[in-house]
């Protein structure tokens, strides 16, 4: 169901609502008057991730880049945390 927008012509208050293709006027939210119209709004922009095959493989390098920086990262912290556990005396495995 779409969205619409809604004018009461007795109090002027705009509102939104979801109804069904075709519904007359549904009842003004503020006051319950029934004299409602609909008024017509533009629709909403396409949403676009990525423009052009080039923006497509720079960001496929960014998050290649940062999976590996990340994967790096959990392995130093990972390798600093065996050597410590191996310092204070555990056993290691």
Do not use: W
């Amino acid at each position: 169901m779409p969205i619409y927008e809604f004018e009461c012509e007795d109090c002027g208050g705009d509102f939104e609502l979801i109804v069904p293709a075709g519904t007359d006027s549904p009842a003004c939210p503020e006051c319950g008057s029934e004299r409602t119209l609909r008024r017509f709004s533009a629709p909403a922009a396409t949403f676009k991730l990525v423009k052009s095959p080039g923006a497509a493989r720079a960001q496929e390098q960014r998050n290649a880049k940062l999976h590996a920086d990340t994967k790096a990262t959990f392995k130093k912290r990972r390798r600093k945390a065996r050597e410590a556990k191996r310092r204070v005396g555990g056993s290691g495995g």
